[in-house]
C-alpha cells in the first residue's frame, strides 16, 4: 500500500517507537512516539485555526527540530509545504509567499543577523496586498549566531487578517485541541495529493516552483535510502538546508523511513561539524563538495575522532576526481557515493555500495527512482540519436540529459508554458544539464548547456577544465566561465580557491592546464577569490560569475 507522510510519520512510531528520531545539539531528543505526538499537536493546532486541506503553509527558517515538526505538521494537516530559501531576502521571500498564495508561514526570530519577519513586514509594506491571505504566523526561536554589528529587532506585533504566534504558543494551542482532529485530518490525505511545492534556486532566471505529491516525495526518499543502506543503526548529520530538497527529502524523510536519527546543524562550521560527528557518533554525511573540502583541509581535522563515519554522498557540483581520492584515503567512510539530481526529480541516479572507485569519481551512477534516463542533443551529421547507445568516442555522445518516470514532478505552480517547455509530450523531462551514458547505464555529467562556451569555433564545457584544476597541488576549488574575446569570440576564465596552506600564481595555474588540455581549452584569465558565490545547495552560482566580467 502507498503511504502518505502522515501515514509514514504512524509507521515510524510503530516500528522504531523509542528510537532517537532527532538529536538537535543543544536542544531536545525526540524519539519517533514523541516525534508523532508533537506532529499531531501541530496538526491539530494548525487545523484549529483554520488551516485546511490544500492550503499552503510556507516555512522560513533554518535546520532546527521546530522545521520538522511544523513541515510534518502541516503535511498531516493536509496542508502543502512551501520551504522558503534561508538566504533569501525580504523581497525574494515575499515572492514566493505571495505566488504560493500561502495561508500560514512558520518564520525564524532573528537569525544571522537578521529579522526576517521584520524585513517581511518592510517588503510587504512597499508592494501591499501581496500576501492578502496569511491568517497564520508563527515565530520560531533561533539562538542567534554571534556577529559584528548585529541588526536591531523590530519584531510587529501583529499583522493585518493574521494571527501571530510564537512557537510555545502554537504547540499549547494544539495541546488543547481534540487528538481525534489531527487524526482525521491525516486520514485524509492521499498518497496523489501535492505535498509539497519547492522553488527552483533561479540560478537562470526567476525561480519556479516544483509540485510534487507525497507518493513521489516518499519514493525519491525510499530510493536514496536504498541506495545508501541506511538503516534505524545510522547516526545522519544533516548539514544540507531542510528547505532544499537534499535536506528534506534525503534527510528529514529518509530519516523517517529507515529510523534513522536526524543531527541538524544550524549553520555549516567544518569544526562545529566535527565536533558533532565525534559527539554523535556520525554514520552519514551527505553534502556538496565543498563540505568535505574544508573537513579535510581543516588543522583540527587530526585532533578529532571521526572514525564513525560510513557513508558520504555528494554531488550538486562537479565532483573533482581528486577530492573522490581524498575522501575515501584520509577519511573513514566505508562507502563514497555520487548522485545526481535536480528539484523537478530530486534524486535521478546514484551508485551504489559496491562500485569500483573509478565509477564513483567519474559517475554520477544508474537510474534510480524509477526512472528512465537518456541523453539527447542535435542530430548528429550521420542521423543517429546520441542517447541511442555508447558511441565509439564518448565525447561526442554528450547531450542534454533527459528523464521519464513516475517521480518527475507534477509540473511547475501556476505555470503551464514553463511545464511544457520542460516535460515534452512524450514525458520527458528536459534537464538542461548535459551528459553522457556508458554502456552500463552509468551517467556522467559533462556540464550545464548554459555553461558551455565556445572559444575559436570549439565548444568547451568548464566542468572538464575544472577536473584538470583539481589536479593541481593548491587548488581547493574553482569555476571556469566563458567571457568574451575580440578574436576567438569567448575564453575561458577561472576562478581559483587556493587551499589555506598554498600561494598559487596564474603562471602556474595556465601552466598546468597547457600539459593537460588542447590550447582552446586553457583559460586565459585567471582569478584568486578566497570563496566562490553558491547557490544553497552547493552550486557555484557562475551567473553571478559571469556578471562581474562582463
Not at 481525534?180 to 496523489?192: F, I, K, T, W, Y
Amino acid at each position: 500500500m502507498e503511504l502518505t507522510i502522515p501515514a509514514a510519520v504512524a509507521s515510524a512510531a510503530s516500528q522504531f517507537g523509542d528510537r532517537v528520531a532527532i538529536a538537535e545539539p543543544g536542544g531536545p531528543r525526540l524519539t519517533y512516539r514523541e516525534l508523532r505526538e508533537r506532529v499531531s499537536g501541530v496538526a491539530a493546532a494548525l487545523a484549529a485555526e483554520g488551516i485546511e486541506a490544500g492550503d499552503r503553509f510556507a516555512i522560513w527558517s533554518p535546520n532546527t527540530y521546530h522545521w520538522v515538526l511544523a513541515a510534518l505538521g502541516a503535511l498531516s494537516a493536509g496542508a502543502t509545504l512551501v520551504p522558503v530559501n534561508t538566504r533569501f531576502t525580504g523581497p525574494e521571500a515575499l515572492d514566493v509567499i505571495s505566488r504560493s498564495r500561502a495561508r500560514a508561514l512558520v518564520v525564524a526570530g532573528p537569525f544571522l543577523g537578521a529579522d526576517r519577519l521584520a524585513t517581511l513586514a518592510a517588503a510587504d509594506a512597499d508592494e501591499p496586498g501581496r500576501l492578502g491571505r496569511l491568517r497564520l504566523i508563527v515565530t520560531v526561536p533561533v539562538e542567534p549566531r554571534p556577529c559584528s554589528e548585529p541588526q536591531p529587532r523590530s519584531e510587529p506585533t501583529g499583522w493585518p487578517g493574521a494571527n501571530v504566534l510564537d512557537w510555545a504558543g502554537l504547540e499549547r494551542l494544539g495541546s488543547e485541541a481534540p487528538a481525534s482532529l489531527a487524526e482525521q485530518c491525516a486520514a485524509s490525505v492521499r498518497p496523489g495529493d501535492v505535498s509539497d511545492i519547492l522553488f527552483t534556486s533561479g540560478t537562470t532566471g526567476r525561480s519556479k516552483g516544483a509540485m510534487s505529491s507525497h507518493r513521489q516525495s516518499l519514493a525519491v526518499a525510499a530510493a536514496w535510502a536504498e541506495c545508501g543502506e541506511v538503516t534505524s543503526q545510522d547516526r545522519y548529520l544533516v548539514i544540507n538546508p531542510f528547505f532544499h530538497s537534499f535536506g528534506y527529502k534525503a534527510g528529514i524523510l529518509v530519516c523517517l523511513l529507515t529510523g534513522a536519527t536526524l543531527v541538524p546543524q544550524l549553520v555549516y562550521d567544518p569544526e562545529q561539524s566535527m565536533r558533532l560527528i565525534e559527539a554523535e557518533r556520525i554514520t552519514v554525511l551527505p553534502g556538496a563538495p565543498t563540505i568535505y573540502q574544508t573537513i579535510l583541509d581543516h588543522p583540527a581535522r587530526a585532533s578529532r575522532d571521526l572514525s564513525s563515519l560510513r557513508l558520504a554522498v555528494t554531488g550538486a557540483a562537479v565532483v573533482p576526481v581528486a577530492l573522490v581520492e581524498r575522501m575515501q584515503e584520509e577519511l573513514s567512510f566505508d562507502t563514497v557515493l555520487t548522485a545526481y539530481g535536480l528539484t523537478e526529480a530530486v534524486v535521478v541516479t546514484m551508485c551504489r555500495p559496491g562500485d569500483d572507485p573509478q565509477t564513483v569519481a567519474r559517475t554520477s551512477g544508474l537510474a534510480t527512482a524509477g526512472f528512465e534516463v537518456r541523453v539527447a542533443g542535435p542530430a548528429w551529421p550521420d542521423g543517429t540519436d546520441p542517447g541511442a547507445g555508447p558511441a565509439a568516442d564518448p565525447e561526442s555522445a554528450a547531450g542534454e540529459i533527459l528523464l521519464r518516470g513516475p517521480n518527475v514532478m507534477l509540473g511547475y505552480l501556476d505555470d503551464p508554458a514553463a511545464t511544457k517547455e520542460a516535460i515534452d509530450a512524450e514525458g520527458w523531462l528536459h534537464t538542461g544539464d548535459v551528459g553522457r551514458l556508458d554502456a552500463r547505464g552509468y551517467l556522467t555529467i559533462t556540464d550545464r548547456l548554459k555553461d558551455m562556451y565556445i572559444c575559436g569555433g570549439f565548444n568547451v564545457y568548464p566542468a572538464e577544465v575544472e577536473q584538470v584544476l583539481a589536479r593541481l597541488d593548491g587548488v581547493a576549488e574553482s569555476a571556469v566561465i566563458g567571457v568574451p574575446d575580440d578574436r576567438l569570440g569567448e575564453v575561458g576564465k577561472a576562478f581559483i580557491v587556493a587551499r589555506p596552506d598554498r600561494r598559487l600564481s596564474e603562471t602556474e595555474v595556465v601552466d598546468h592546464c597547457r600539459q593537460r588540455l588542447a590550447n582552446y581549452k586553457v583559460p586565459r584569465q585567471v582569478e584568486f577569490r578566497s570563496e566562490l558565490p553558491r547557490n544553497p545547495a552547493g552550486k557555484p552560482l557562475k551567473r553571478l560569475l559571469r556578471e562581474e566580467s562582463r
